[in-house]
């Protein structure tokens, strides 16, 4: 068995151990405060607690359109995704990416050590690199057309709440994982460094997908909000490509102009054109940018 093989097989028993440790709450991984799997309840029951107690849009239910769909999609996306695929593909594309490297006699591309930076700085710099890059591949999947087609699954929520935020086609995992691994990278950050921006940054997107409306004050220009975002999944926008990029900041859109808040009634009919069409059962939904793929080359 060769080093890719190796690694490929041992992904598969490693990632099914770490789950297994998160589960059931086992500090062999990571100390207790650091587990994923309960932090995402946490978080997300906090949230639609909030969205129970101070719904923005009063007409809308408690449990909203889709809301046992997103609640799969959440789990899917951040645990069984990685446990089917993902963790082992991540591991070869490393490894694949270490050994170019070498073949060049470059050990890593670390250009920035930060390392000896207080603490607070290094989480700060991983939070602007991490989202400004985020917000550079997610206008990314607004304009090319082949990853649009992936991108419409997050888009075709036809109701907000809290869960839409991790409703989205597992391409886009490989897509952004992809792509941001070389900025990290060069200054000196693995993906899954510094629980508590991850986290953050998951506080920030349910936040921002939630049926509740949240006054950032002077705030809203740096943070992203639930009033900005669903203007993002407005199925009128004022250009082609839409508005309201931004993940966990805001800033960016100020900054390149691609904000966008006309009103905050927050009575917008979200989506986008041809969404009647979109299916609605999680296996079709995967398999939709493949078949749309075929529909548009059919004459």
Same mark, same amino acid.
Request: charged content about 20%; overall charge negative; proline content about 4%.
């Given at each position: 068995?060769?080093?890719?093989?190796?690694?490929?097989?041992?992904?598969?028993?490693?990632?099914?151990?770490?789950?297994?440790?998160?589960?059931?709450?086992?500090?062999?991984?990571?100390?207790?405060?650091?587990?994923?799997?309960?932090?995402?309840?946490?978080?997300?029951?906090?949230?639609?607690?909030?969205?129970?107690?101070?719904?923005?849009?009063?007409?809308?239910?408690?449990?909203?359109?889709? &809301?046992? #769909? /997103?609640? $799969?999609?959440?789990?899917?996306?951040?645990? %069984?995704?990685?446990?089917?695929?993902?963790? @082992?593909?991540?591991?070869?594309?490393?490894?694949?990416?270490?050994?170019?490297?070498?073949?060049?006699?470059?050990?890593?591309?670390?250009?920035?050590?930060?390392?000896?930076?207080?603490?607070?700085?290094?989480?700060?710099?991983?939070?602007?690199?991490?989202?400004?890059?985020?917000?550079?591949?997610?206008?990314?999947?607004?304009?090319?057309?082949?990853?649009?087609?992936?991108?419409?699954?997050?888009?075709?929520?036809?109701?907000?709440?809290?869960?839409?935020?991790?409703?989205?086609?597992?391409?886009?995992?490989?897509?952004?994982?992809?792509?941001?691994?070389?900025?990290?990278?060069?200054?000196? &950050?693995? #993906? /899954?460094? $510094?629980?508590?921006?991850?986290?953050?940054? %998951?506080?920030?997107?349910?936040?921002?997908? @939630?049926?509740?409306?949240?006054?950032?004050?002077?705030?809203?220009?740096?943070?992203?909000?639930?009033?900005?975002?669903?203007?993002?999944?407005?199925?009128?926008?004022?250009?082609?490509?839409?508005?309201?990029?931004?993940?966990?900041?805001?800033?960016?859109?100020?900054?390149?102009?691609?904000?966008?808040?006309?009103?905050?009634?927050?009575?917008?009919?979200?989506?986008?054109?041809?969404?009647?069409?979109?299916?609605?059962?999680?296996?079709?939904?995967?398999?939709?940018?493949?078949?749309?793929?075929?529909?548009?080359?059919?004459?």
């Amino acid at each position: 068995m060769n080093k890719y093989s190796e690694i490929f097989v041992s992904s598969f028993s490693e990632y099914w151990d770490y789950l297994l440790s998160e589960v059931f709450w086992d500090f062999t991984y990571k100390p207790w405060i650091e587990n994923w799997f309960y932090g995402l309840i946490l978080i997300s029951v906090s949230i639609w607690v909030l969205e129970l107690v101070s719904p923005w849009r009063k007409k809308q239910k408690a449990i909203r359109r889709d &809301f046992w #769909l /997103d609640g $799969f999609y959440m789990f899917f996306n951040v645990f %069984l995704f990685s446990l089917i695929a993902f963790n @082992a593909i991540g591991n070869i594309g490393v490894q694949l990416f270490n050994d170019f490297l070498a073949a060049f006699g470059i050990e890593n591309i670390v250009a920035l050590h930060i390392e000896t930076l207080p603490t607070w700085s290094q989480l700060l710099v991983l939070l602007l690199v991490a989202d400004f890059s985020g917000w550079w591949i997610h206008r990314l999947l607004h304009r090319v057309p082949f990853l649009w087609e992936f991108h419409k699954l997050h888009h075709s929520v036809k109701e907000m709440g809290f869960a839409a935020h991790l409703r989205f086609h597992w391409m886009e995992t490989i897509v952004y994982r992809t792509l941001q691994y070389i900025p990290l990278a060069i200054i000196g &950050f693995g #993906l /899954d460094d $510094f629980f508590v921006v991850h986290m953050f940054m %998951l506080l920030i997107g349910h936040l921002n997908h @939630a049926n509740i409306k949240l006054n950032y004050g002077p705030l809203k220009y740096i943070f992203n909000n639930p009033t900005m975002h669903l203007y993002h999944h407005a199925k009128k926008v004022p250009n082609r490509y839409g508005v309201n990029f931004g993940l966990t900041l805001s800033l960016w859109d100020y900054i390149f102009k691609t904000d966008y808040i006309p009103e905050e009634s927050g009575d917008v009919e979200l989506g986008f054109d041809g969404d009647d069409e979109f299916p609605e059962n999680f296996t079709d939904q995967v398999i939709y940018p493949v078949r749309s793929k075929r529909r548009t080359k059919s004459p």
